[in-house]
């Protein structure tokens, strides 16, 4: 990898990368435990493992001072009545941030921190979301048949956890009743021990 500048293009019609070195597909099979109606998330691995969501990454060294970034691809889709959306996660090394550019459709971030503060920001086309550090992120789309695009950046040294969010979720939940979405609590959520 040669450390000189260098620059890439993103399709503003296709909101995709002309440019990337991995690209990661997450289908629902890899979201066991992740969607509030289990019942709901069964019935639907049983017709198709959907892609629910992809990230397109520029490789570079995870290490303090390096910037990671790549494109975020969530597609549209419900299980039960919850929106197509990440994993979600803390950063590893909790104390640092992200940021995120909406470039195509719909959506929000769901995001919390480890004291039980939650917020959930509307991600269009155009807004920039500042994640501070400490904050558990997830993208969420909301629209009914287009992708939601975001360019992301983040320190190199973050890293992901995980794991306490795959235990007990977000605190809250996007749901769609009557139509539109809804932010409700969700009933699994545990404050953390801090
Ligand atoms: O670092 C980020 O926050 C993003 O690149 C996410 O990794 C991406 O949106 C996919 O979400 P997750 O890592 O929660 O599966
Ligand atoms: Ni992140």
């Known amino acids: 990898m040669k450390n000189f500048p260098f620059t890439f293009g993103i399709d503003v019609t296709s909101a995709q990368l002309e440019h990337y070195d991995n690209h990661i597909r997450r289908r629902l099979s890899s979201m066991v435990g992740y969607y509030s109606d289990q019942q709901a998330f069964a019935r639907q691995l049983a017709k198709e493992d959907s892609l629910l969501y992809e990230v397109y990454e ?47 459709g719909e959506g929000a971030m769901v995001m919390e921190t ?11 086309p155009g807004r920039v979301l500042y994640v501070p550090p400490r904050w558990a992120h997830r993208s969420v789309n909301i629209g009914a048949n287009e992708d939601l695009v975001t360019f992301f950046v983040y320190p190199g040294h973050a890293g992901h956890d995980y794991g306490t969010i795959e235990k007990f979720g977000f605190r809250k939940l996007l749901v769609e009743r009557e139509g539109k979405p809804q932010v409700i609590d969700n009933p699994r959520w545990r404050a953390q021990s801090v």
């Open 114 to 124: 480890p004291e039980g503060d939650w917020s959930v920001e509307e991600l269009r």
């Open 58 to 104: 520029t490789r570079r060294p995870e290490v303090a001072g390096e910037l990671l970034n790549g494109l975020s691809v969530v597609h549209p889709g419900k299980v039960g009545d919850e929106y197509f959306m990440t994993k979600g996660h803390f950063h590893s090394v909790l104390e640092t941030g992200e940021v995120y550019y909406c470039l195509k």
